[in-house]
């Protein structure tokens, strides 16, 4: 499994969604908008993050750990061997591959297991219905720009894959935690202010 992060596409064609996207989550990474490119953890930069996460996503982090280190590094380490028994490395394609693609399994491990260690579990309890917690299914609407979406907040971890997934520390959920049906958010962007109206709030139980 290689390790993947999003970019943004820069295609000008994006820019009437990607501004789209800009005004429901106050941020230009828009997830419908995303191409999948290899990028080592350690060259990621080091935000300040809420360290929270669902139960689902704590099991697919540990689900993603154990696929690399009982299958894909094993697996990698036997070609490393395989390839340096040939002799003369210097120009051995598949030797110089293989043991980068084993760093960045190791560099993967290290921050999985940090993230498995760190990170806080939060369920859903029955003192959440009513109001948009962490791991809430939100809908929203904005009148004005005739606009509409339904999206869950999570943690930054659990966004990768899941389209529908916006982070507990975009403007667009700080602005949301709290609230309930029926109440009126502004969420503040370079853009400009915008007002949501909350529709429904629902929880994974």
């Given amino acids: 499994m290689v390790y993947y992060r999003r970019a943004v596409l820069s295609d000008?064609?994006?820019?009437?969604?990607n501004y789209r996207h800009y005004i429901i989550f106050g941020t230009f990474s828009n997830k419908d908008l995303l191409v999948r490119r290899k990028i080592p953890e350690s060259t990621l930069p080091k935000l300040d993050r809420s360290q929270l996460i669902t139960s689902e996503g704590l099991?697919?982090?540990k689900e993603e750990h154990d696929q690399l280190w009982r299958v894909e590094r094993p697996d990698v380490t036997a070609k490393v061997a395989w390839a340096a028994s040939l002799g003369d490395r210097s120009e051995n394609a598949d030797y110089?591959?293989?043991?980068?693609?084993?760093?960045e399994i190791d560099n993967r491990?290290?921050?999985?297991?940090?993230?498995?260690?760190?990170?806080?579990?939060?369920d859903y309890h029955p003192n959440q219905e009513g109001k948009v917690n962490?791991?809430?299914?939100?809908?929203?609407?904005?009148?004005?720009k005739g606009l509409q979406n339904r999206f869950r907040?999570?943690?930054y971890e659990e966004l990768i894959g899941n389209k529908d997934y916006i982070s507990m520390d975009s403007p667009m959920a700080k602005s949301l935690l709290g609230k309930a049906v029926g109440d009126e958010?502004?969420?503040k962007t370079k853009l400009g202010d915008f007002v949501w109206k909350i529709l429904t709030i629902e929880y994974q139980k």
């Fill in 185 to 187: 958010v502004i969420v």
């Fill in 134 to 144: 962490f791991g809430a299914w939100v809908e929203i609407k904005n009148e004005k």
């Fill in 59 to 61: 099991q697919k982090l």
């Fill in 109 to 122: 491990l290290r921050y999985l297991r940090k993230c498995i260690d760190d990170f806080k579990v939060i």
């Fill in 12 to 17: 000008s064609n994006c820019k009437k969604i």
């Fill in 96 to 103: 110089h591959y293989n043991k980068k693609r084993l760093r």
């Fill in 153 to 155: 907040i999570v943690g």
